[in-house]
């Protein structure tokens, strides 16, 4: 049973839903209307974009230059081709090429319809030659006038390159020869601060040269050796003095014969002491050479082989030479020599270099003390590695080094060039000497 009102109702509820109905394909109506619309207008802009691309790729638009009368008209003579002709001539025509196949097809035209000739077409020009390239300038002729700023940019930047190139070579010479002048520098053996120190034991060290100590200046051009005998010369003249060093190992020694070949000064070997024992000894052959080189005229000097491991030590090792010269005369200098010995173990072996200095300056203060010329004896290696010079720059160096040149970088006043020396009045090998010093006239 229906009550009152239920179809009023029921058709409400239809009305309802077709009002739903038909907003809702109202809607979709529009927005089916609205894409369609959207997808026409991309389509539209995409035609532009390709319009506007085909126009930006238009390659050249050429201005065709006023003709004569002999381009114009076909005859012979110059006025041949009327006055049409004469006009065609006289108007500027744009020749406009794209890309692709539309190019060929557009200059096909435009021949047709503006009568071009094969002039009109000329485009070699647009090419410079090597030599403008090179300059950086454009070229071209009349023809070609529309791409002459193209043509001289071009050389201009091949220019610019060229120009880079030779920079850039010559910044890459100078770094090369900045790094090789900074190697030099770096390496020890060409820097000139440095000096080689070869050990007993064949190590070597480049060691840096002091250059608060006084310099050798010696020029070497002017040593000269003749049959073992070293001379120094300046002007022709030799400004040196031979000498040779003796102890009781060379034997018996005929002075006058030294005399004879040449030897100017002995440097005779006073003592000793023990390496071992520290006891100290008078040299067996002393007084016998003393004797002798007195007796030939020669100067004479001599040094004691130390091995005082302290102050002490070292002041009663020079007052043993002080006493053992007493009324004897020597004019050559009192040389100190410490050093290491072959195939044992030396007292001066404990010393650090500061307590060998001190050793070594307590000595030479001492014999100065009495009158005498103090002197350092050593090799290259000692003298800068074992003991302090710039503490001892008061005494004069007696340096050993057995080559043809020294290299010993410090001043020097007497040098053992060889203990291999052969020279008549000795039997054997002897020690020679140079000295750049007249000790006796001192």
């Not at 040196?240 to 102890?247: K, Q």
């Not at 002491?273 to 007195?294: H, V």
Request: net charge negative; aromatic share 10%.
């Amino acid at each position: 049973m229906r009550l009152p009102g239920d179809n009023e109702e029921r058709n409400a509820s239809l009305s309802m839903k077709y009002m739903l109905m038909g907003v809702s394909l109202s809607v979709l109506l529009i927005l089916g209307v609205v894409v369609f619309t959207n997808k026409q207008e991309e389509a539209r802009r995409q035609r532009l974009r390709q319009q506007e691309q085909e126009k930006e790729t238009t390659v050249l638009a050429l201005e065709h230059e006023d003709g004569t009368g002999a381009q114009a008209g076909t005859g012979e003579n110059p006025g041949e081709g009327g006055e049409d002709a004469q006009t065609a001539v006289t108007e500027q025509v744009p020749v406009v090429g794209f890309a692709g196949r539309k190019s060929m097809q557009e200059v096909e035209r435009l021949y047709q319809e503006n009568k071009l000739t094969a002039s009109d077409l000329d485009f070699w020009d647009m090419y410079p030659e090597e030599e403008e390239l090179a300059a950086g300038i454009g070229a071209g002729d009349a023809a070609g006038a529309g791409n002459t700023g193209n043509t001289g940019n071009a050389g201009i930047a091949a220019g610019e390159e060229k120009d880079k190139a030779a920079r850039y070579d010559e910044e890459a010479k100078a770094l090369a020869e900045e790094e090789e002048k900074k190697a030099a520098e770096e390496d020890p053996s060409k820097d000139g601060k440095h000096t080689l120190l070869t050990y007993a034991d064949g190590t070597e060290e480049w060691v840096l040269i002091n250059p608060y100590l006084e310099q050798n200046t010696y020029d070497y051009t002017k040593m000269q050796m003749r049959a073992d005998k070293m001379a120094y010369y300046e002007d022709g003249r030799s400004i040196s003095y031979l000498g040779a060093d003796l102890s009781k190992y060379n034997g018996d020694v005929d002075f006058h014969a030294l005399k004879e070949s040449g030897i100017e000064f002995v440097m005779l070997r006073l003592g000793a002491r023990g390496y071992g024992s520290g006891q100290i000894l008078l040299d067996e052959k002393f007084e016998e050479y003393m004797n002798k080189a007195s007796e030939a005229g020669l100067d004479i000097g001599v040094y004691f082989f130390s091995q005082a491991i302290t102050a002490e030590e070292a002041v009663e090792e020079s007052n043993f030479i002080i006493q053992t010269l007493t009324e004897r005369n020597i004019t050559y200098p009192v040389a100190f020599d410490m050093e290491y010995v072959q195939n044992d173990k030396a007292r001066v072996e404990i010393l650090s270099k500061e307590e060998k200095t001190a050793v070594a300056r307590a000595f030479l203060e001492n014999i100065k003390a009495a009158g005498y010329k103090p002197m350092i004896y050593g090799t290259k290696e000692w003298l800068i590695k074992e003991i302090n010079l710039t503490k001892l720059t008061d005494y004069d160096i007696w340096l050993s080094q057995q080559k043809d040149i020294p290299d010993y970088p410090y001043k020097f006043q007497m040098w053992q060039y060889t203990t291999e020396g052969d020279i008549p009045g000795v039997e054997g090998d002897v020690d020679l000497n140079i000295c750049f010093v007249d000790y006796g006239e001192k």
